[in-house]
C-alpha cells in the first residue's frame, strides 16, 4: 500500500485507500421525539428528513470516540502505526484549550515505538475535517513526504439547547486512510473555496457542548456557499479538463454528489441549487424549460428567499438525487449530524452502499460546509475496486444492532453532559454493557482533569 517517493512528480493516484465510522450505540426515534417535544408529526422526520439521532452519555468525548476510529481502521486492514507519517484531527468538540485530540491518539503509536507523525489539530465548525484532508494530500504531494501513509480523523458530538435545533444533533467519527495508488483519487486542482465572516453558528461559551445558532441563517450561507464554490468548481474543472474551456461541466457529468448534512432536507435543498447553477449558464437549453422563467432571479438575494424557486429546482432534480445523492444519506438520516464527520460519513455510505458496478470509473462531487465560514466544492474518481470498503464499512448492518432509547432518556443524557462539562475528580456513570465491541469509553477524569479510557 504505501507508495515510493519521486522527486520527478506528484505521487500517483493521490486519493483514499480506507475509511473507518463509527457512531454511538444508542439512538432516539426522531418519530417519537417529534411526540415527546409536541411538534407536528413529520416535522423532524419529512421537514428535516431525520429519522434517529445518535446519542451520547458521559462515557464518550471527542478522544474516546477518535481513539475507537482509528483502532478500528488499522485492525480492520491490518496497517502497522510504522506505516502513518502523519496525522491530523477535524473536531469542533474540544475539550482542553492547548492539548489537541492527536496526541492523546498517539498513544495507540506507542507499542510501535512510531512517534515520528507530523500533524495536529484542526477547527472550523464542520469544515476541519475536509481541511485536514487537504493537509493530508499536501503532506503526501510534497517534498516533506517520507513515502508513508497520512490518517485523518473527522470527529463531533453534536448536540444542542432545548429548542428547535435539537433534533439536528447526532454524533460521529470518520478516519480517513490516505496515500499514493489509491481506488478513490482527488482530481487535481479543480477544488474551488469560498470563505467569509458570518456569525450563523459559532461556540463563544467556553463551559458549554451547545453553539449559538441561527438556524435560518445558516441555511442560506449554506445555499450561498453552494453557488459560490460549485459555480467555480465548474470553470476549474472545464478549463483543465476540457478542450473547450468554455463549456462548463454540468450536473450530469457528476455521477454521485455527497453533501455535508445538518440535515437531509438542506441538502436536497442545496442539489436543486446545483441546478440552479446550471441552468443560469444555459437558459436557453430545452433542457431547462421546466424552470427556465426562474433565470430572471440570476442569484439575486431574492432567489435565496424564494420557496417557489426552492421548490421547483428540488421537484426538477428529485429524479437524479434519489439516484446520485440519496446513497450518500443512509449515516445522516440515521445518526444525525457529526460537523466535521457528517460529509465524510456521507462518502462512507456511499461507498458502503454502491456495488463496483454503480461505482467503478465514476466522478463523485463532494461539497463540505463549515458555519463563520468556510466551504469547498471538490471530486474523486473511483479508478478500482471499492469492495474492500463495504466489507470493512458494513454500515447498514451495524446501525441495526444499536440500541434505541427513549426521549426522556435522551434529554437526561443531555443533562448529564452538560453537568459534567467541567468537572474533575469524576467517575463517569453511563452504562457501557450495550456498547459495541472495541468502543473506547471514558473510564475517569483525575483531580487533574488528566482523562483515561478503557476498551469494551
Known amino acids: 500500500m504505501v507508495g515510493s517517493i519521486s522527486n520527478s512528480s506528484y505521487p500517483a493516484n493521490v486519493g483514499?485507500?480506507?475509511?473507518?465510522?463509527?457512531?454511538p450505540s444508542k439512538f432516539v426515534d426522531q418519530a417519537e421525539l417529534e411526540q415527546f417535544d409536541g411538534v407536528s408529526a413529520g416535522k423532524y422526520t419529512i421537514g428535516l428528513g431525520q429519522t434517529q439521532m445518535a446519542v451520547c452519555d458521559d462515557r464518550e468525548d471527542i478522544n474516546s470516540i477518535s481513539l475507537t476510529v482509528v483502532q478500528n481502521l488499522v485492525e480492520k486492514h491490518n496497517?502497522?502505526?510504522?506505516?502513518?507519517?502523519y496525522l491530523e484531527v477535524g473536531t469542533e468538540s474540544i475539550i482542553d484549550k492547548?492539548?489537541?485530540?492527536?496526541?492523546?491518539?498517539?498513544?495507540l503509536f506507542e507499542?510501535?515505538?512510531?512517534?515520528?507523525?507530523?500533524?495536529?489539530d484542526t477547527k472550523n465548525a464542520c469544515y476541519g475535517g475536509t481541511a485536514s484532508v487537504f493537509n493530508a494530500v499536501n503532506w503526501v504531494e510534497s517534498s516533506s513526504w517520507d513515502g508513508r501513509l497520512a490518517l485523518v480523523v473527522a470527529a463531533d458530538i453534536a448536540s444542542y439547547a432545548e429548542g428547535p435545533a435539537r433534533p439536528t444533533g447526532g454524533a460521529?467519527?470518520?478516519?480517513?486512510?490516505?496515500?499514493?495508488n489509491a481506488p478513490l483519487v482527488f482530481d487535481h486542482g479543480v477544488r474551488s473555496t469560498h470563505m467569509n465572516h458570518l456569525w450563523d453558528f459559532y461556540k463563544p461559551e467556553l463551559a458549554s457542548e451547545y453553539p449559538t445558532v441561527d438556524g435560518h441563517?445558516?441555511?442560506?450561507?449554506?445555499?450561498?456557499?453552494?453557488?459560490?464554490?460549485?459555480?467555480?468548481?465548474?470553470k476549474k474543472f472545464s478549463k483543465r479538463y476540457n478542450a473547450n474551456p468554455e463549456e462548463l461541466i454540468k450536473m450530469e457529468n457528476l455521477d454521485h454528489c455527497v453533501f455535508h448534512a445538518p440535515n437531509c432536507k438542506l441538502v436536497q435543498k442545496a442539489y436543486g441549487r446545483m441546478a440552479y447553477n446550471d441552468m443560469l449558464q444555459d437558459p436557453e437549453n430545452e433542457r431547462y424549460a421546466a424552470i427556465k422563467e426562474y433565470a430572471s432571479f440570476a442569484h439575486s438575494e431574492e432567489s435565496y428567499y424564494d420557496k417557489n424557486l426552492e421548490?421547483?429546482?428540488?421537484?426538477?432534480?428529485?429524479?437524479?438525487?434519489?439516484?446520485?445523492?440519496?446513497p450518500s444519506l443512509y449515516a445522516a438520516t440515521n445518526v444525525g449530524n457529526m460537523y466535521t464527520a457528517s460529509v465524510w460519513a456521507g462518502l462512507s455510505s456511499l461507498?458502503?452502499?454502491?456495488?463496483?458496478?454503480?461505482?467503478?470509473?465514476?466522478?463523485?462531487?463532494?461539497?463540505?460546509?463549515?458555519?463563520g465560514s468556510a466551504a469547498t466544492f471538490f471530486s474523486l474518481k473511483v479508478v478500482a475496486s471499492t469492495e474492500k470498503f463495504r466489507e470493512t464499512l458494513d454500515i447498514k448492518a451495524r446501525l441495526a444492532k444499536r440500541t434505541k432509547v427513549t426521549p426522556e432518556a435522551f434529554v437526561g443524557y443531555l443533562a448529564l453532559r452538560e453537568e459534567t462539562a467541567l468537572v474533575k475528580d469524576y467517575n463517569p456513570i453511563g452504562d457501557v454493557s450495550d456498547m459495541a465491541k472495541g468502543t473506547y469509553y471514558l473510564q475517569r477524569i483525575d483531580e487533574k482533569f488528566r482523562r483515561t479510557y478503557l476498551r469494551a
Open 98 to 107: 492547548s492539548k489537541s485530540v492527536k496526541t492523546v491518539l498517539m498513544s
Open 111 to 120: 507499542e510501535s515505538g512510531n512517534h515520528d507523525v507530523e500533524g495536529i
Open 311 to 326: 421548490r421547483a429546482m428540488m421537484q426538477f432534480t428529485k429524479g437524479e438525487y434519489a439516484k446520485k445523492v440519496i
Open 172 to 180: 460521529g467519527a470518520v478516519a480517513i486512510l490516505i496515500g499514493p
Open 351 to 371: 461507498v458502503s452502499s454502491a456495488s463496483d458496478e454503480e461505482l467503478l470509473n465514476k466522478r463523485v462531487g463532494i461539497y463540505s460546509y463549515g458555519s
Open 217 to 234: 441563517f445558516s441555511n442560506t450561507c449554506y445555499i450561498r456557499s453552494v453557488d459560490a464554490c460549485y459555480s467555480l468548481y465548474t
Open 16 to 23: 483514499i485507500h480506507a475509511l473507518e465510522y463509527y457512531f
Open 79 to 85: 496497517i502497522s502505526f510504522k506505516d502513518i507519517g
